[in-house]
């Protein structure tokens, strides 16, 4: 299975980005998917996740200027940026926790580089 991300970008404060992940690969169903975050010298965080169900969590730091969605169709998530500050800056990664079989595996996206300049 193999996540590929786009829309990451360069970007003033205020502005707006939509961020697209797409899995493909194989037969699989997946449990959930998410958005991450990496700034320099910082720990990978969590921004935003949704559950098969729909079920979304947010870091307190987004709450209220990201959203994300899914297509379950199209084995894709989303994550709508806006309002966005200089410390949104960092590698956003997408992250799918699949059901192969019985078993269930997490992947991993390569990363795209978000830039909110000031």
């Known amino acids: 299975v193999q996540l590929v991300e786009s829309g990451g970008g360069l970007v003033q404060v205020g502005g707006s980005l939509r961020l697209s992940c797409a899995a493909s690969g194989g037969m699989f169903s997946i449990k959930a998917m998410g958005w991450y975050r990496q700034a320099p010298g910082k720990q990978r965080e969590l921004v935003a996740d949704i559950s098969r169900g729909g079920g979304t969590a947010y870091a307190d730091s987004v709450k209220g200027r990201f959203t994300i969605s899914r297509d379950s169709a199209e084995n894709m998530v989303y994550l709508q940026m806006n309002s966005l500050k200089p410390e949104d800056t960092a590698v956003y990664y997408c992250?799918?926790?699949?059901?192969?079989?019985?078993?269930?595996?997490?992947?991993w996206g390569q990363g795209t580089q978000v830039t909110v300049s000031s």
């Open positions: 992250k799918a926790q699949i059901e192969q079989e019985v078993y269930e595996y997490v992947y």
